[in-house]
């Protein structure tokens, strides 16, 4: 009876975290439906302004990019917990099976990529994956993507550039400085691929969604004028309804939304990983360490 | 005036279309990376999993410069025309 009754209300309880992690996705919805002025045809634009606060020196506008993100990294934050909430040394719950196999695989995908130095990494760069895939997954409910605002990306490029740098400033500055001067005469053009890493990070990202929102927005206009024109004989309201819109623009979709989203994801977070394992310079870091520990170790034998 | 605008509009949609010539690079290196993982799997279809990523990794890296060009394209058809028609209507006041 008692389990019985502890079965139940854990339920409830993964009923109200999935309510919880669906509601702000739904929001937003219901804030684009209630602020998107009526357009007609082809409208291809940025993301809505919603509202702008007076700033001293410029007007900060929030806009919907930043609304959609917030949603995602909410319905992010409500589906972890739903995934890992009460966990079992033998797993009798799918969810635990799926919430294992996301670490092992990410697990696996850092210590082939990054050694065994960046143990501590794959929570970051799972964060970066789901950010981006259920970014670009919110076409699908007909949100406008924050992956398609540049904005958006080149700030996770900016932070993974901080990144970089950071892991190649480990054997001080002046090492950091001499990297860029391997062959001398070519130090000013190593400094331009060195800025171009976070740009064309940015652009890849934010071209590969962009390009496939405005492909399925054109098909769909196309769409619509070609049912126009071959069903205008139907008697009455039926001669407007685009009858070739219904269903077809979804098959292109799974193309350019789903598959296109998560392989950028995934790209994104492998590329991440690549640079800043190359970035690190290993032999020389370990080599140091080695050589400061060895005397630590002499001072204590002399003491 | 109306001819001015013309030529700004017709000017930015002729680049945009040339920008997009840089299509070719990334479709034909691309084609190469594909064909080549093609043979590699053919030949030992045990290291499959792994010559999938590195050719998936192998074209976005490809994509990128075709990547620039439709940026820069959608530049040319969506934000500059209406800046460069600002510029000359502000320009025509002054004069």
Redesign the interface.
């Known amino acids: 009876m008692n389990s019985k009754r502890k079965g139940r209300s854990s339920r409830a309880l993964d009923i109200l975290i999935i309510i919880l992690a669906v509601l702000p996705i739904l929001a937003c919805i219901v804030l684009k439906v209630l602020t998107n002025p009526a357009s007609e045809g082809i409208n291809i634009s940025g993301p809505l302004i919603y509202f702008h606060i007076h700033m001293p020196i410029q007007d900060l506008y929030i806009t919907e990019s930043q609304i959609n993100s917030l949603a995602v990294v909410i319905s992010v934050f409500w589906l972890c917990i739903y995934l890992t909430r009460g966990l079992k040394t033998r797993p009798d719950k799918k969810r635990q099976i799926v919430a294992e196999w996301i670490v092992e695989k990410v697990d696996g995908l850092v210590k082939n990529n990054m050694g065994s130095y960046f143990k501590n990494f794959p929570p970051f760069i799972a964060a970066i994956m789901a950010l981006s895939a259920f970014s670009s997954l919110l076409s699908l409910a007909g949100l406008f993507p924050p992956t398609s605002d540049l904005n958006v990306v080149g700030g996770w490029a900016i932070l993974v550039f901080i990144l970089i740098t950071h892991y190649k400033m480990k054997c001080g500055p002046w090492q950091y400085a001499k990297s860029f001067a391997s062959p001398v005469a070519l130090a000013p053009l190593n400094v331009i691929s060195e800025v171009a890493t976070p740009i064309s990070m940015a652009f890849r990202h934010y071209g590969n969604v962009l390009s496939g929102s405005v492909v399925s927005v054109l098909i769909g206009a196309a769409l619509q004028g070609l049912s126009a024109k071959l069903f205008s004989w139907l008697p009455g309201a039926l001669s407007g309804v685009p009858f070739l819109r219904i269903g077809l623009p979804a098959v292109l979709s799974i193309y350019f939304d789903v598959f296109s989203g998560c392989l950028q994801a995934f790209i994104f977070a492998m590329l991440t990983m690549l640079y800043v394992a190359n970035g690190f310079p290993e032999e020389l870091y370990f080599k140091r360490k080695e050589k400061k520990n060895n005397k630590n170790n002499n001072k204590v034998k002399v003491r | 005036m109306e001819l001015a605008i013309g030529i700004i509009l017709g000017a930015c949609a002729l680049g945009a279309g040339m920008a997009m010539i840089a299509g070719i690079g990334p479709g034909i290196g691309e084609g190469n990376a594909v064909a080549k993982a093609c043979e590699a799997i053919g030949r030992q279809p045990e290291s499959k999993s792994s010559v999938t ?1 590195t050719m ?2 192998g074209c ?1 890296i490809a ?2 410069t075709g ?2 060009a ?2 820069i394209a ?1 530049l040319l058809i ?1 934000v500059a025309p209406s800046r460069l028609v600002n510029i000359l209507v502000e320009t025509m006041k002054n004069v």
Do not use: C, G, K, R
């Open positions: 990523t998936l990794m976005a994509e990128t990547l620039y439709l940026v959608i969506f």
